[in-house]
């Protein structure tokens, strides 16, 4: 089996690559410039897979102006303030980028078929299913999709084993394949350290609480 794994330099997508060379697939890193705020976490997608020895490409949209359909969001568009953590789950969704999930799932597919491979993963957590193109029934529809689109042609699963999971399960999972926590990027902001503050900040910090793992990072507050 080989895998297109969707790497965005994250926690959760760090610890899935760490999974997947686990069960010897050789994969392939698959990354993407949609215009985000900060490209940092994209140099610790880098990273991850330079570490694990899996061939690595960035497709850039942001030279394609995709920004500008993507504006609204406070990942995308420096006129929108992040929001802190408790502002987020109070209400506030200026953090989520619609069909952002949709949006990169597709192009994985797309490489996946190119290259002959037979897997998508990807890393979404039961933590997120705020975000409605984070839960399973997304997951299970996007599926559907890409086995009518590709029909004939490729025949490519759906992988998304944390999708039941906390974040504080996706640690101890990459607390027992080693991960180097170091190397993955959380926050919102593309500061020297984490801010501690926003949503991502908050739930990374509350996961290695949870899970009982020593927590490396450092954070601004």
């Given at each position: 089996?080989?895998?297109?794994?969707?790497?965005?330099?994250?926690?959760?997508?760090?610890?899935?690559?760490?999974?997947?060379?686990?069960?010897?697939?050789?994969?392939?890193?698959?990354?993407?410039?949609?215009?985000?705020?900060?490209?940092?976490?994209?140099?610790?997608?880098?990273?991850?897979?330079?570490?694990?020895?899996?061939?690595?490409?960035?497709?850039?949209?942001?030279?394609?102006?995709?920004?500008?359909?993507?504006?609204?969001?406070?990942?995308?568009?420096?006129?929108?303030?992040?929001?802190?953590?408790?502002?987020?789950?109070?209400?506030?969704?200026?953090?989520?980028?619609?069909?952002?999930?949709?949006?990169?799932?597709?192009?994985?597919?797309?490489?996946?078929?190119?290259?002959?491979?037979?897997?998508?993963?990807v890393a979404v957590s039961g933590t997120d299913r705020p975000t409605p193109d984070c839960r399973p029934e997304f997951l299970s529809s996007f599926?559907?999709?890409?086995?009518?689109?590709?029909?004939?042609?490729?025949?490519?699963?759906?992988?998304?084993?944390?999708?039941?999971?906390?974040?504080?399960?996706?640690?101890?999972?990459?607390?027992?394949?080693?991960?180097?926590?170091?190397?993955?990027?959380?926050?919102?902001?593309?500061?020297?350290?984490?801010?501690?503050?926003?949503?991502?900040?908050?739930?990374?910090?509350?996961?290695?609480?949870?899970?009982?793992?020593?927590?490396?990072?450092?954070?601004?507050?």
């Amino acid at each position: 089996m080989k895998t297109v794994v969707v790497l965005s330099g994250g926690l959760d997508s760090v610890v899935l690559a760490y999974l997947i060379h686990s069960q010897s697939d050789p994969g392939m890193a698959l990354s993407v410039n949609y215009g985000q705020r900060h490209v940092k976490e994209l140099e610790y997608a880098r990273l991850t897979a330079k570490r694990l020895d899996m061939p690595w490409r960035v497709i850039d949209l942001s030279a394609a102006g995709i920004s500008g359909i993507l504006a609204g969001s406070s990942l995308t568009d420096d006129a929108v303030p992040v929001a802190s953590a408790k502002q987020t789950r109070e209400g506030n969704r200026s953090h989520v980028v619609p069909n952002r999930n949709a949006l990169m799932l597709a192009l994985a597919f797309t490489a996946a078929a190119s290259a002959d491979f037979t897997r998508v993963a990807v890393a979404v957590s039961g933590t997120d299913r705020p975000t409605p193109d984070c839960r399973p029934e997304f997951l299970s529809s996007f599926e559907y999709m890409e086995r009518k689109s590709l029909a004939g042609l490729a025949d490519i699963d759906l992988y998304a084993p944390f999708s039941q999971l906390s974040k504080a399960d996706v640690v101890r999972m990459g607390a027992d394949l080693g991960v180097p926590w170091a190397d993955t990027w959380s926050c919102y902001h593309g500061n020297a350290w984490h801010c501690g503050q926003c949503l991502a900040c908050v739930e990374r910090r509350e996961a290695f609480s949870k899970s009982g793992t020593l927590d490396p990072t450092k954070y601004e507050a």
